[in-house]
């Protein structure tokens, strides 16, 4: 399967032009970093809306392209302020990955700053579905 690019997937934050939204290569899915941002990309509310908007994005992108939460290997995570936002961080991330057959492999590191000043962004790579 040679590489496919998929951009402005239906529901999800459009992507800007300097990078693709999802590459799927080799029924891997890579999905670029999402923050909490609208459409428009305004940083919405605090910590806990920017970490769900930023989950619901990647979650959005996944299964726009043919993939789902249950099918990642593997999710990178950036904290602006880890010291605070850790713990939360992780109260939240467990409502999208609950299963313990399926959590995957998770990275986390605290960075100095977040495009857009935003307290989070995540990534992951992923499997397609078995049916897609």
């Given amino acids: 399967m040679p590489k496919q690019i998929i951009n402005n997937i239906s529901g999800a934050v459009p992507p800007l032009s300097v990078f693709s939204q999802v590459v799927i290569s080799n029924r891997n899915v890579y999905v670029s970093g999402s923050i909490g941002t609208d459409d428009e990309y ?3 509310g605090g910590v806990e809306p920017q970490i769900r908007a930023a989950l619901d994005n990647m979650k959005t992108l996944l299964e726009g392209a043919g ?14 302020n880890m010291a605070r936002d850790f713990d939360f961080f992780n109260e939240i991330y467990a409502e999208y990955f609950s299963d ?3 959590l995957p492999a998770r990275t986390c590191i605290g960075v100095a700053a977040l495009p857009r000043g935003a307290f989070v962004e ?11």
């Fill in 42 to 44: 305004n940083l919405i």
């Fill in 67 to 80: 993939s789902s939460l249950e099918h990642v290997l593997k999710v990178n995570v950036y904290l602006e």
């Fill in 100 to 102: 313990p057959e399926t």
């Fill in 122 to 132: 995540v990534e992951c790579i992923a499997e397609l579905a078995s049916d897609s």
